[in-house]
Protein backbone atom coordinates (compact mmCIF):
# COMPACT_ATOMS: atom_id res chain seq x y z
CA UNK A 1 0.00 0.00 0.00
CA UNK A 2 1.40 3.37 -0.66
CA UNK A 3 2.02 5.92 1.59
CA UNK A 4 -1.39 8.78 1.77
CA UNK A 5 -1.74 12.09 3.66
CA UNK A 6 -4.58 13.45 5.83
CA UNK A 7 -4.55 17.00 5.78
CA UNK A 8 -6.12 17.48 8.97
CA UNK A 9 -7.39 21.57 9.66
CA UNK A 10 -8.86 22.97 12.99
CA UNK A 11 -9.54 26.31 12.99
CA UNK A 12 -10.11 28.28 16.15
CA UNK A 13 -11.13 32.29 16.37
CA UNK A 14 -8.29 33.36 15.68
CA UNK A 15 -5.32 30.51 14.43
CA UNK A 16 -5.36 27.36 12.53
CA UNK A 17 -4.12 24.47 13.48
CA UNK A 18 -3.12 21.74 10.51
CA UNK A 19 -1.65 17.82 10.67
CA UNK A 20 -0.62 15.82 8.11
CA UNK A 21 -1.03 12.17 8.77
CA UNK A 22 0.01 9.06 7.47
CA UNK A 23 -2.75 7.08 6.37
CA UNK A 24 -0.49 3.70 7.08
CA UNK A 25 0.04 4.47 11.24
CA UNK A 26 -2.06 7.50 11.33
CA UNK A 27 0.80 9.09 12.96
CA UNK A 28 1.26 13.09 12.47
CA UNK A 29 4.27 13.39 9.81
CA UNK A 30 4.79 17.48 10.18
CA UNK A 31 2.16 19.53 12.70
CA UNK A 32 2.17 22.86 13.39
CA UNK A 33 -0.48 26.23 13.90
CA UNK A 34 -1.01 29.64 12.94
CA UNK A 35 -2.18 32.07 15.95
CA UNK A 36 -2.84 35.66 16.32
CA UNK A 37 -4.42 35.90 13.01
CA UNK A 38 -6.13 39.11 11.72
CA UNK A 39 -3.64 40.96 14.17
CA UNK A 40 -0.70 43.04 13.76
CA UNK A 41 1.74 39.97 15.20
CA UNK A 42 0.38 36.60 13.03
CA UNK A 43 2.72 34.04 13.58
CA UNK A 44 3.17 30.33 11.65
CA UNK A 45 4.51 27.81 14.33
CA UNK A 46 5.10 23.98 12.96
CA UNK A 47 7.24 20.83 13.86
CA UNK A 48 9.07 18.92 10.82
CA UNK A 49 9.39 15.40 10.94
CA UNK A 50 12.80 15.41 12.02
CA UNK A 51 11.33 16.99 15.38
CA UNK A 52 12.87 20.78 14.33
CA UNK A 53 10.58 23.60 15.76
CA UNK A 54 10.20 26.34 13.13
CA UNK A 55 8.65 30.39 13.88
CA UNK A 56 8.10 32.75 11.11
CA UNK A 57 5.85 35.79 11.25
CA UNK A 58 3.22 36.46 8.45
CA UNK A 59 1.98 39.47 6.93
CA UNK A 60 0.03 42.01 8.93
CA UNK A 61 -3.63 40.89 9.81
CA UNK A 62 -2.93 37.65 7.59
CA UNK A 63 -6.17 35.03 7.76
CA UNK A 64 -6.65 31.90 7.30
CA UNK A 65 -6.39 31.68 3.34
CA UNK A 66 -2.71 33.71 4.17
CA UNK A 67 -2.35 30.67 6.52
CA UNK A 68 -2.99 27.76 4.01
CA UNK A 69 -1.00 29.50 1.49
CA UNK A 70 1.68 29.47 4.02
CA UNK A 71 1.35 26.26 4.06
CA UNK A 72 1.12 25.00 0.79
CA UNK A 73 3.99 27.78 -0.52
CA UNK A 74 6.50 27.00 2.92
CA UNK A 75 5.99 23.89 4.79
CA UNK A 76 4.70 21.42 2.89
CA UNK A 77 6.66 19.36 -0.27
CA UNK A 78 5.29 18.88 -3.10
CA UNK A 79 5.43 15.14 -2.74
CA UNK A 80 3.20 15.94 0.42
CA UNK A 81 0.56 17.89 -1.38
CA UNK A 82 0.44 15.39 -4.01
CA UNK A 83 0.41 12.65 -1.48
CA UNK A 84 -2.83 14.33 -0.23
CA UNK A 85 -6.01 11.97 -0.50
CA UNK A 86 -8.25 14.02 1.93
CA UNK A 87 -8.94 16.75 3.86
CA UNK A 88 -10.67 16.59 7.31
CA UNK A 89 -12.13 19.37 9.05
CA UNK A 90 -13.10 20.03 12.39
CA UNK A 91 -16.26 22.01 13.06
CA UNK A 92 -17.29 22.53 16.12
CA UNK A 93 -21.17 22.54 15.94
CA UNK A 94 -23.40 20.84 13.35
CA UNK A 95 -26.43 20.72 15.24
CA UNK A 96 -29.08 18.28 15.49
CA UNK A 97 -29.14 17.01 12.00
CA UNK A 98 -25.37 15.89 11.84
CA UNK A 99 -24.74 12.88 13.97
CA UNK A 100 -21.11 11.59 12.33
CA UNK A 101 -18.43 12.63 9.99
CA UNK A 102 -19.66 13.41 6.54
CA UNK A 103 -18.13 14.39 3.13
CA UNK A 104 -18.67 18.31 2.80
CA UNK A 105 -21.17 19.18 -0.15
CA UNK A 106 -23.78 22.17 -0.22
CA UNK A 107 -26.23 20.83 2.29
CA UNK A 108 -23.75 20.04 4.85
CA UNK A 109 -22.51 23.67 3.83
CA UNK A 110 -25.59 24.99 4.86
CA UNK A 111 -25.84 23.55 7.95
CA UNK A 112 -22.92 24.73 9.37
CA UNK A 113 -24.37 27.99 7.99
CA UNK A 114 -27.19 27.13 10.66
CA UNK A 115 -25.14 26.68 13.02
CA UNK A 116 -23.26 29.58 13.20
CA UNK A 117 -26.05 31.14 16.20
CA UNK A 118 -24.72 28.46 18.45
CA UNK A 119 -20.86 28.54 17.55
CA UNK A 120 -20.29 32.29 16.89
CA UNK A 121 -16.90 32.18 17.13
CA UNK A 122 -15.84 28.81 15.45
CA UNK A 123 -18.15 27.83 12.90
CA UNK A 124 -17.39 30.62 10.46
CA UNK A 125 -13.47 30.03 10.72
CA UNK A 126 -14.37 26.27 9.85
CA UNK A 127 -16.48 27.52 6.87
CA UNK A 128 -13.86 29.89 5.61
CA UNK A 129 -11.14 27.18 5.97
CA UNK A 130 -13.57 24.71 3.77
CA UNK A 131 -14.02 27.29 1.10
CA UNK A 132 -10.31 28.10 0.88
CA UNK A 133 -9.75 24.30 0.79
CA UNK A 134 -12.10 23.70 -2.16
CA UNK A 135 -10.29 26.57 -3.77
CA UNK A 136 -6.68 25.06 -3.29
CA UNK A 137 -7.61 21.47 -3.38
CA UNK A 138 -9.94 21.33 -6.73
CA UNK A 139 -8.97 17.60 -7.24
CA UNK A 140 -9.86 16.71 -3.56
CA UNK A 141 -13.76 18.10 -3.84
CA UNK A 142 -15.53 15.13 -2.72
CA UNK A 143 -12.89 14.36 -0.06
CA UNK A 144 -13.40 16.91 2.10
CA UNK A 145 -14.62 15.76 5.61
CA UNK A 146 -16.31 17.37 8.61
CA UNK A 147 -15.74 16.06 11.69
CA UNK A 148 -18.68 17.52 14.43
CA UNK A 149 -17.55 17.87 18.05
CA UNK A 150 -21.29 17.56 18.88
CA UNK A 151 -21.82 14.60 16.78
CA UNK A 152 -20.07 12.12 19.68
CA UNK A 153 -22.89 13.71 22.20
CA UNK A 154 -25.95 12.73 20.18
CA UNK A 155 -26.20 9.54 22.15
CA UNK A 156 -27.11 11.40 25.09
CA UNK A 157 -30.99 10.69 26.13
CA UNK A 158 -33.70 13.34 26.52
CA UNK A 159 -33.21 13.66 29.92
CA UNK A 160 -29.79 15.27 29.63
CA UNK A 161 -30.14 17.29 26.43
CA UNK A 162 -33.73 19.14 26.61
CA UNK A 163 -34.12 21.96 28.72
CA UNK A 164 -36.97 22.55 31.20
CA UNK A 165 -38.45 25.14 29.02
CA UNK A 166 -41.69 24.90 26.73
CA UNK A 167 -41.12 21.86 24.15
CA UNK A 168 -42.45 23.55 21.13
CA UNK A 169 -38.86 25.39 21.47
CA UNK A 170 -37.01 22.59 20.99
CA UNK A 171 -39.47 20.79 18.60
CA UNK A 172 -39.58 23.83 15.97
CA UNK A 173 -36.59 25.56 16.98
CA UNK A 174 -34.29 22.65 18.28
CA UNK A 175 -32.96 24.18 21.49
CA UNK A 176 -31.17 21.73 23.50
CA UNK A 177 -28.24 20.78 24.89
CA UNK A 178 -25.51 19.84 21.91
CA UNK A 179 -21.91 19.89 23.51
CA UNK A 180 -18.82 20.63 22.67
CA UNK A 181 -14.95 19.29 22.53
CA UNK A 182 -16.68 15.64 21.38
CA UNK A 183 -13.53 14.53 19.43
CA UNK A 184 -11.35 15.07 22.05
CA UNK A 185 -13.70 13.20 24.94
CA UNK A 186 -13.77 10.51 22.09
CA UNK A 187 -10.02 10.25 21.49
CA UNK A 188 -9.84 9.54 25.80
CA UNK A 189 -12.52 7.13 25.67
CA UNK A 190 -9.94 5.26 23.07
CA UNK A 191 -7.20 6.17 24.78
CA UNK A 192 -8.31 4.73 28.55
CA UNK A 193 -9.45 1.52 26.48
CA UNK A 194 -6.01 0.96 25.80
CA UNK A 195 -4.64 1.84 28.99
CA UNK A 196 -6.98 -0.26 30.70
CA UNK A 197 -6.90 -3.04 28.36
CA UNK A 198 -10.77 -2.98 28.35
CA UNK A 199 -13.47 -2.95 25.26
CA UNK A 200 -14.75 0.52 24.73
CA UNK A 201 -18.50 -0.35 24.79
CA UNK A 202 -17.66 -1.51 28.55
CA UNK A 203 -16.16 1.82 29.63
CA UNK A 204 -17.38 4.21 31.89
CA UNK A 205 -15.04 7.65 32.99
CA UNK A 206 -15.80 11.32 33.78
CA UNK A 207 -13.34 12.60 30.83
CA UNK A 208 -12.42 16.34 31.64
CA UNK A 209 -11.21 18.44 28.49
CA UNK A 210 -10.16 21.64 30.20
CA UNK A 211 -8.42 24.41 28.01
CA UNK A 212 -9.92 27.76 27.90
CA UNK A 213 -12.70 26.61 26.62
CA UNK A 214 -13.28 23.23 28.95
CA UNK A 215 -16.43 20.87 29.58
CA UNK A 216 -16.85 17.63 31.79
CA UNK A 217 -18.41 14.64 29.95
CA UNK A 218 -20.23 11.73 31.62
CA UNK A 219 -19.16 8.60 29.34
CA UNK A 220 -21.03 5.07 29.76
CA UNK A 221 -20.39 2.05 28.46
CA UNK A 222 -18.55 4.13 25.98
CA UNK A 223 -20.92 6.89 24.31
CA UNK A 224 -21.92 10.30 26.01
CA UNK A 225 -24.64 10.03 28.22
CA UNK A 226 -24.10 13.88 29.38
CA UNK A 227 -22.26 17.02 29.10
CA UNK A 228 -21.67 20.76 30.77
CA UNK A 229 -21.79 22.43 27.35
CA UNK A 230 -24.81 23.25 26.13
CA UNK A 231 -27.12 24.93 23.25
CA UNK A 232 -23.29 27.00 22.91
CA UNK A 233 -20.02 26.99 24.98
CA UNK A 234 -20.95 28.88 27.13
CA UNK A 235 -22.59 26.67 29.54
CA UNK A 236 -20.72 24.53 32.38
CA UNK A 237 -17.95 25.05 34.10
CA UNK A 238 -16.08 28.47 34.57
CA UNK A 239 -13.67 28.95 31.41
CA UNK A 240 -10.78 32.03 30.36
CA UNK A 241 -13.51 34.43 28.76
CA UNK A 242 -16.87 32.40 29.44
CA UNK A 243 -19.02 32.77 32.48
CA UNK A 244 -19.79 29.46 32.59
CA UNK A 245 -23.23 28.63 34.44
CA UNK A 246 -25.00 31.73 35.51
CA UNK A 247 -29.13 32.75 36.37
CA UNK A 248 -30.12 33.64 33.89
CA UNK A 249 -32.03 36.54 35.75
CA UNK A 250 -28.83 38.07 35.71
CA UNK A 251 -29.19 38.95 31.95
CA UNK A 252 -32.63 40.62 32.49
CA UNK A 253 -30.83 42.34 35.74
CA UNK A 254 -27.99 43.72 33.45
CA UNK A 255 -30.51 44.58 30.10
CA UNK A 256 -33.70 46.24 32.42
CA UNK A 257 -31.44 47.57 35.26
CA UNK A 258 -28.50 48.50 33.89
CA UNK A 259 -28.92 48.96 31.00
CA UNK A 260 -26.99 46.74 29.10
CA UNK A 261 -28.04 45.99 25.23
CA UNK A 262 -27.78 43.08 24.42
CA UNK A 263 -24.65 42.46 22.00
CA UNK A 264 -23.16 44.24 25.34
CA UNK A 265 -24.27 41.02 27.63
CA UNK A 266 -23.41 38.92 24.55
CA UNK A 267 -19.70 40.21 25.05
CA UNK A 268 -19.26 40.62 28.71
CA UNK A 269 -20.59 36.35 28.84
CA UNK A 270 -18.51 34.97 26.37
CA UNK A 271 -15.42 37.60 26.42
CA UNK A 272 -14.95 39.31 29.26
CA UNK A 273 -15.75 36.98 32.01
CA UNK A 274 -14.53 33.07 33.26
CA UNK A 275 -10.77 33.84 34.51
CA UNK A 276 -10.51 37.34 32.87
CA UNK A 277 -13.86 38.80 34.84
CA UNK A 278 -12.80 37.52 38.17
CA UNK A 279 -8.52 38.34 37.90
CA UNK A 280 -9.33 41.38 35.97
CA UNK A 281 -5.87 40.86 34.06
CA UNK A 282 -5.85 37.71 32.87
CA UNK A 283 -7.48 34.60 30.88
CA UNK A 284 -3.96 32.48 30.94
CA UNK A 285 -4.51 29.97 33.41
CA UNK A 286 -0.63 30.20 33.75
CA UNK A 287 -1.16 33.44 35.92
CA UNK A 288 -3.55 31.76 38.63
CA UNK A 289 -0.51 29.09 39.42
CA UNK A 290 2.11 31.78 38.93
CA UNK A 291 0.32 34.49 41.46
CA UNK A 292 -1.86 31.48 43.56
CA UNK A 293 0.18 32.73 46.60
CA UNK A 294 0.75 36.12 45.59
CA UNK A 295 -2.57 37.70 44.29
CA UNK A 296 -6.10 37.18 46.16
CA UNK A 297 -7.87 38.07 42.66
CA UNK A 298 -5.71 34.90 41.42
CA UNK A 299 -5.97 32.54 44.19
CA UNK A 300 -9.99 33.50 44.51
CA UNK A 301 -10.30 32.70 40.98
CA UNK A 302 -8.68 29.42 41.32
CA UNK A 303 -10.72 28.45 43.61
CA UNK A 304 -13.72 29.09 42.00
CA UNK A 305 -12.80 27.31 39.44
CA UNK A 306 -12.05 23.74 41.19
CA UNK A 307 -14.78 24.38 43.00
CA UNK A 308 -17.47 24.34 40.17
CA UNK A 309 -15.11 21.72 38.22
CA UNK A 310 -15.27 19.50 41.41
CA UNK A 311 -19.40 19.79 41.45
CA UNK A 312 -19.38 18.13 38.04
CA UNK A 313 -17.52 15.46 38.46
CA UNK A 314 -19.46 14.86 41.36
CA UNK A 315 -22.72 14.92 40.00
CA UNK A 316 -21.57 12.80 37.10
CA UNK A 317 -21.11 9.82 39.78
CA UNK A 318 -24.50 9.57 39.70
CA UNK A 319 -24.81 8.79 36.08
CA UNK A 320 -22.09 5.70 35.84
CA UNK A 321 -24.70 3.15 36.91
CA UNK A 322 -22.60 0.63 38.90
CA UNK A 323 -18.66 1.93 38.25
CA UNK A 324 -16.63 4.56 37.39
CA UNK A 325 -13.61 2.90 35.49
CA UNK A 326 -11.12 6.88 35.45
CA UNK A 327 -11.83 10.23 35.92
CA UNK A 328 -9.44 11.58 33.05
CA UNK A 329 -7.55 14.98 32.50
CA UNK A 330 -7.16 16.03 29.26
CA UNK A 331 -6.83 19.70 27.51
CA UNK A 332 -3.86 22.66 28.15
CA UNK A 333 -5.00 22.94 31.87
CA UNK A 334 -6.33 19.56 32.41
CA UNK A 335 -2.22 18.47 31.10
CA UNK A 336 -0.44 21.10 32.51
CA UNK A 337 -2.05 22.56 35.92
CA UNK A 338 -1.13 19.99 38.55
CA UNK A 339 -2.27 22.56 41.14
CA UNK A 340 -5.74 22.33 39.64
CA UNK A 341 -5.86 18.84 39.98
CA UNK A 342 -4.99 18.69 43.24
CA UNK A 343 -7.01 21.09 44.71
CA UNK A 344 -9.91 19.59 42.71
CA UNK A 345 -9.28 16.00 43.32
CA UNK A 346 -8.84 16.90 47.84
CA UNK A 347 -12.78 17.48 46.84
CA UNK A 348 -13.81 14.50 45.45
CA UNK A 349 -11.82 12.03 48.69
CA UNK A 350 -15.92 11.33 49.93
CA UNK A 351 -15.88 9.33 46.65
CA UNK A 352 -12.81 6.98 46.70
CA UNK A 353 -11.12 9.63 44.77
CA UNK A 354 -7.74 9.70 45.65
CA UNK A 355 -4.32 11.17 44.43
CA UNK A 356 -0.53 10.79 44.38
CA UNK A 357 1.72 14.22 45.24
CA UNK A 358 4.10 13.37 44.15
CA UNK A 359 3.23 11.40 40.38
CA UNK A 360 0.93 14.39 40.05
CA UNK A 361 3.31 17.23 40.43
CA UNK A 362 5.47 14.65 37.36
CA UNK A 363 2.68 14.34 34.66
CA UNK A 364 2.58 17.83 32.34
CA UNK A 365 4.14 19.44 29.51
CA UNK A 366 2.78 16.46 27.08
CA UNK A 367 3.44 13.56 29.42
CA UNK A 368 0.56 11.06 30.32
CA UNK A 369 -0.59 8.25 32.94
CA UNK A 370 -1.80 7.74 36.20
CA UNK A 371 -1.62 9.95 39.08
CA UNK A 372 -3.03 8.06 41.84
CA UNK A 373 -1.84 4.78 43.87
CA UNK A 374 -3.63 1.54 43.19
CA UNK A 375 -6.63 2.19 45.72
CA UNK A 376 -9.91 4.12 44.62
CA UNK A 377 -10.82 5.79 41.43
CA UNK A 378 -8.35 5.72 39.11
CA UNK A 379 -7.11 9.17 37.66
CA UNK A 380 -5.47 9.49 34.53
CA UNK A 381 -3.73 12.89 32.75
CA UNK A 382 -4.36 12.07 29.10
CA UNK A 383 -3.04 14.71 26.56
CA UNK A 384 -5.76 15.29 23.43
CA UNK A 385 -4.64 14.34 20.23
CA UNK A 386 -7.34 15.41 17.81
CA UNK A 387 -5.75 15.77 14.86
CA UNK A 388 -6.20 11.70 15.19
CA UNK A 389 -9.20 10.90 15.40
CA UNK A 390 -10.15 13.85 12.81
CA UNK A 391 -7.79 11.54 10.31
CA UNK A 392 -9.06 8.37 11.38
CA UNK A 393 -12.77 9.65 10.82
CA UNK A 394 -11.87 11.59 7.25
CA UNK A 395 -10.19 8.16 6.18
CA UNK A 396 -12.95 6.09 7.35
CA UNK A 397 -15.92 8.26 5.68
CA UNK A 398 -14.17 8.62 2.61
CA UNK A 399 -13.14 4.94 2.38
CA UNK A 400 -16.36 4.12 2.79
CA UNK A 401 -17.28 5.95 -0.49
CA UNK A 402 -14.48 5.23 -2.32
CA UNK A 403 -12.82 1.86 -2.35
CA UNK A 404 -9.71 2.94 -4.41
CA UNK A 405 -8.92 4.95 -1.37
Known amino acids: MNKKFILVLNCGSSSLKFSLVNTLNLEEQIFGFS ?3 FSTNPMFTWTTKDSVKVKKKLNKNSGYKESLLFLIN ?3 SDKEIKKIFAIGHRVVHGGE ?5 VIINKEIIEIIKDSVQFAPLHNPASLASIAESLRLFPNLSERNVAVFDTAFHQTMPKESYLYAIPMNLYEKYKIRRYGAHGISHYYIVKKISEYLKKPIEKINIISCHLG ?8 VNGKSIDTSMGLTPLEGIVMGTRSGDIDPSIIFYLYKTLGFNIEKIFRLLNSKSGILGLTKKSSDFRFLEKNFNYLNEAKIAMKIYCHRLAKYIASYFSLM ?3 VDSIVFTGGIGENSCL ?3 ITLKKL ?17 GRSGKITDDIGIPVFVIPSKESIIIAEETYRTVKSLDSNF
Request: no cysteine; glycine share 4%.
Open 340 to 342: MRE
Open 74 to 76: NIL
Open 97 to 101: KVKKS
Open 212 to 219: NGGSITAI
Open 35 to 37: DYL
Open 349 to 365: SLLNVYYNNERNFEIHS
Open 321 to 323: NDH
